[in-house]
């Protein structure tokens, strides 16, 4: 683990990599990074978090509440352009919808993702807390295990695994040892491999991306996201922060994939659910 | 219950008041019906059904399959406006959104409802189902308990009363009797009180319309949704629908409600999830 150079935020590859310019009122530019690909895929959390950016820019709250994504075609590393329009704006909340766009191979635009959302300032709310919901049960992280752990647990082979520190509880490693447990469960610390720490937007990215919970269904194959929705409940403490996936239902060619995203001051920072296609394997 | 009359898909209450016009490309009109309105607010199912029946003719798919609707200002029975974009097209897909608006005390256009959703065409979807979800347990039907059985259960003096069959499990009535749970769960029975059987679009209305869990939580008074997000994983068979609704996380003046609607097949057609603001009382 790359702990020497403890990037901040506001200072990290992250940071660098979600940074939208903006070009004039509500549009944004961007230069989508190879390094948060996975197997030739721009990832679709790194794509939130830089459509959560330029919303957060262009809104006038800072934070997003409650912020939903439709992925329409595959994103590409390369030039885009976010566009925002700025729905509502409230006391404590504020609505925007912005989409992601490309050119593609003939020069013709295509958009990438739409998003809506509400914003708000997490800093304004208050500290009550009932929650009835409790921190997943994972092994210490020395116990977990990521792709740098051998050649057996975690396939890796793609750029994102050098940006991110995922280390997946054994439980929910039996696919990567032929013997998917049938649960649809996956469980992992998560952290930026530079150290920075989380903040909301970092939070886009931690729903999506642990490995499919498919895969302790005995799948195997690709699980591209139809939609995904995340809940930022409260701004992270420093740390690592522990991500459970849970999947209920898996039926027709598709499933739900619930994130739920803990701190280490044991709060339930984010919840998410997102619709998946399978390809049953 | 109105068992009597047993109205039928495409020619009920629901279907009558959620029935839009086409006025131009991309442009339905709608009379909101206060018949649908709690405590003259119109139910915001009700309202995301009207937005999803608009997309459904907008669209060449019929059924949401992810459909996500932000909550802007409140709606009033009467007159409203319908916008729909159709964002991409795909074989099995397609992707839209969609706007109501109508007119403020001043005559100024105030947008009510954002949504945007992906169709696609249920009957199209492979059989295959690989669930770990179970039905939520339920008394029978006639151990539980809705608006008619008296003055003491579930508070009534709403139209929209009238149009639902809603009986509550009385393991998660505590809050009516004075004396919650403090858990938040909500269980019920749901259909239509005319008879209609469900389709895609009326569940677009039962995920929306429990008593709030905050009751169970021991909170009073109001739960304004800020978005709601609703899969449709199947077609639901003829018969009345368990719904159950769960909280874990009451923070910050924030709650989710997650919903999951199974039909008489005990097939899971429904997953829901919706952020919503609390008055602690």
């Known amino acids: 683990m790359a702990q020497a150079s403890q990037a901040t935020i506001g200072s990290s590859e992250f940071d660098r990599d979600t940074a939208v310019t903006r070009r004039a009122e509500g549009v944004y530019a961007i230069d989508l990074s190879a390094d948060w690909t996975i197997f030739n895929a721009v990832n679709g959390g790194y794509l939130l978090a830089v459509l959560g ?152 990215l931690a729903v999506d991306a642990l490995p499919p919970t498919a895969f302790e269904l005995g799948l195997s194959g690709w699980v591209p996201t139809v939609e995904l929705t995340v809940h930022v409940r409260c701004r992270p403490a420093p740390g690592p922060l522990r991500v459970s996936v849970t999947t209920r239902n898996l039926a027709g060619g598709f499933l739900e994939e619930d994130a739920e995203v803990w701190d280490s001051a044991d709060r339930l920072v984010a919840q998410s659910r997102q619709l998946a296609r399978v390809r049953l394997g």
Not at 57 to 80: K, N
Not at 114 to 131: E, H, I, K, M, W
Not at 148 to 160: K, T
Not at 174 to 203: C, H, I, V
């Open 53 to 204: 950016r330029a919303l957060s820019q262009a809104l006038p709250h800072p934070d997003p509440f409650t912020i939903t994504a439709h992925y329409l075609t595959a994103s590409r590393p390369g030039p885009a352009v976010v566009r925002t329009e700025t729905v509502r704006t409230g006391r404590t909340l504020s609505t925007g919808q912005a989409s992601l766009h490309q050119y593609d191979d003939e020069g013709n635009e295509v958009e990438r993702i739409r998003v809506l959302a509400s914003y708000g300032d997490l800093d304004g709310l208050p500290d009550d807390v009932r929650t009835s919901a409790v921190p997943p049960a994972i092994p210490p992280l020395d116990q977990c295990f990521g792709p740098e752990d051998g050649p057996a647990p975690v396939p890796s082979g793609s750029a994102l695994t050098d940006r991110l520190m995922i280390k997946v509880d054994p439980a929910t490693l039996g696919w990567a040892l032929g013997q998917p447990s049938g649960k649809g469960e996956m469980r992992a610390w998560f952290g930026l491999k530079d150290g920075r720490d989380a903040d909301p937007l970092s939070l886009l």
